[in-house]
């Protein structure tokens, strides 16, 4: 049985896996992939890597030190969490079954997709998902963002202090009644297409125009410097939803010091209710909930 497995191969399970070696804990990554949404980056044709704030030293060190680390990574999608009397039982897709005293869930989300044309030939080439991650490198830039909810509203808000001008596309009426929704509407910058669908998106290398259509039929194609999807992210919390509090969104609750609410179950980064899509905030909260696991794993060391 391993002291610590953690679920999660991101920003946040790579440094909770790092920090639980460094303590010396017998712990194992289960993941899919090491470095999770960092393996993907937006490229802009007027943007070198130098002017983007991503952390990724940080990640790529951890990454490194568990590429090599063979004993202690597991590379398989995990599919159920059961409790058992002296811990829990991680099990994989292939069926492998993996014992340990505790668990840290560092899953992140997967954002929801427009699933029309052009879009996985420019995903990270002018289109991305994260306004919160790349709005200030759109100053004086033409953009779009589409999304229904309260999600789009507050990217379209943050690009509108510095873009030159957003569209916001497919904005439901009830989503505008809210104070994003009119501060949007009276935004001399910000253009509102409610009831808007997006149908494709073109450009040439880079996404630079997306074809929309009106609830009347009509089709208009916008120009744009970015265009960000902005739909929903959806947390890859399904493996632990019967044992874990969640919140109304699907994300794992957790405390101050990354617990949730079953002991011996902790949760860092994007799959949590704290702020998400931040590559140096799911670092902290790996480190922090390695250390918190670290705390209740001791008296039994």
């Known amino acids: ?54 952390g ?15 004993f202690a990574r597991h590379m398989e999608s995990v ?35 427009l699933s029309i044309p052009g879009e996985k030939e420019f995903i990270m080439r002018g289109l991305c998902y994260s306004a919160l991650s790349y709005a200030p490198l ?3 830039r033409k953009t779009v963002v589409i999304g229904e909810g309260d999600l789009a509203l507050r990217s379209a808000a943050e690009l509108a202090t510095v873009a030159k001008h957003v569209h916001l596309v497919g904005a439901e009426p009830q989503a505008l009644q809210s104070a994003l929704g009119k501060k949007l509407q009276q935004a001399k910058n910000v253009t509102i297409l409610p009831g ?36 929903a992210l ?6 632990v939803s019967h044992l874990v509090a969640l919140d109304e969104q699907g994300r794992i609750k957790v405390d101050c010091y990354a ?15 704290t702020y998400a899509e ?10 922090k909930a390695a250390l918190s696991a670290y705390d209740y794993l001791l008296p039994g060391l």
């Not at 990724?56 to 063979?70: D, Q, R, T």
């Not at 996404?207 to 739909?231: C, M, N, T, Y």
């Not at 931040?278 to 480190?287: E, S, Y």
Request: glycine share 10%; aromatic share 8%; net charge negative.
């Open 196 to 231: 808007y669908s997006a149908i494709e998106i073109k450009g040439d290398g880079f996404a630079d125009r997306i074809l929309v259509k009106s609830p009347g039929g009509e089709e208009i194609e916008l120009q744009a410097e970015g265009i960000f999807v902005e739909l």
């Open 234 to 239: 959806v947390p890859n919390s399904q493996m």
């Open 56 to 70: 990724l030293e940080v990640v790529n060190k951890f990454k490194s030190e568990l590429e090599y680390l063979k």
């Open 1 to 54: 049985m391993y002291d610590l497995i953690v679920i999660g191969g991101g920003p946040a399970g790579l440094t909770a896996t790092i920090y639980a070696i460094r303590k010396r804990l017998n712990v194992l990554m289960i993941t899919k992939d090491l470095g999770g949404k960092t393996n993907y980056h937006l490229a802009l044709p007027w943007i070198e890597d130098y002017q983007v704030i991503r």
């Open 259 to 273: 617990r949730t609410n079953v002991p011996g179950i902790f949760a860092a980064g994007d799959v949590t209710n």
């Open 278 to 287: 931040q590559v140096l905030v799911a670092v902290g909260d790996g480190a």
């Open 138 to 140: 759109f100053i004086d």
């Open 79 to 113: 599919e159920n969490v059961e409790r058992q009397a002296d811990g829990f039982v991680v099990s994989t897709k292939s069926g492998a079954k993996f014992e340990a005293r505790a668990l840290i869930i560092a899953t992140g989300t997967r954002q929801r997709r």
